[in-house]
């Protein structure tokens, strides 16, 4: 199978790439160093050519709305019309869980995203996952002033990356299956503490500080409403586990 993916680079998308050639698949990035631009559709019908899967893993930083929407609208919509145009079957896309119940302008555009998929004629599969072992990590970083680091107070069930991974390959070996049931960790987990536990296990030296984010959002997630609300796959990697195998 041929196999083209969108945010090959990212902490998902090279995992994407390792897994499908793992099993023998050819992969074709889907990126501006090959002359491809997702959010104009440059390039994308010529190096979608013989591709008989799409797999999307894209992000943008914003958190704005406007930007989000503009974003996952964009790329979703060249991804769906140049997939057409070369002839691939398949367009399979990464989504997040819990969006529904969050009003988060990023949300808002995966939102827009799925429902894209939905309406679109191209042959569709969706993937929700919680957020990655990676996010913990990543919260260091969003709001950091000197030595102390900001994170939200938010539930979660975080899930390896390369498990996400394995889930989306399969998807794009089994063929259109719609919104397939949602994929979260073994565990359910307060950020905050994951956050602690990474400070310590790399010597980083921070403090990190817990904030309750304020709004209908904030309360969403301190309330665990990105964790699965039914049963579904489970991914077998401790956030313990994958800490000690990258620190």
């Known amino acids: 199978m041929k196999l083209a993916v969108a945010g090959a ?6 995992h994407v790439v390792d897994v499908a050639r793992e099993r023998g698949h050819e992969v ?7 002359g491809v631009d997702l959010t104009s559709g440059a390039g ?12 999307d893993v894209t992000s943008t930083a914003s958190q704005r709305r406007a930007v989000a929407e503009a974003f996952f609208g964009g790329v979703t ?30 949300y808002r555009g ?38 102390f680091s900001f994170v939200p107070r938010m539930l ?7 498990e996400v991974a394995e889930a989306l390959v399969d998807l794009a070996e089994a063929g259109p299956s719609g919104r397939v049931p949602d994929l979260a960790g073994p565990e359910r987990l307060d950020v905050p503490s994951l956050s602690r536990r990474v400070v310590r296990a790399r010597g ?7 904030v309750r984010l304020p709004g209908a959002a904030g309360r969403a997630m301190r309330s665990g409403a990105l964790t699965p609300g039914s049963d579904g ?3 077998r990697t401790t956030f313990a586990e994958w800490l000690a195998s990258t620190s």
């Open 9 to 14: 680079t990212g902490v998902v998308g090279t």
């Open 28 to 34: 074709v990035a889907l990126a501006r160093s090959v």
């Open 44 to 55: 994308l019908v010529e190096r979608l050519a013989g591709v008989d899967a799409v797999v």
């Open 77 to 106: 919509t060249n991804l769906i019309d140049a997939g057409q145009r070369a002839g691939v079957g398949h367009h399979v896309a990464l989504s997040i869980v819990g969006i529904d119940d969050v009003p988060s302008g990023y």
């Open 110 to 147: 995966k939102l827009l995203q799925e429902r894209l998929l939905a309406a679109g004629a191209q042959p569709w599969s969706v993937l929700r996952a919680t957020q990655f072992h990676e996010f913990a990590e990543q919260a260091l970083h969003f709001a950091a002033v000197g030595p």
């Open 156 to 162: 979660s069930q975080p899930v390896a990356a390369r």
């Open 204 to 210: 980083l030296g921070r403090r990190v500080v817990g």
């Open 233 to 235: 796959p489970r991914g």
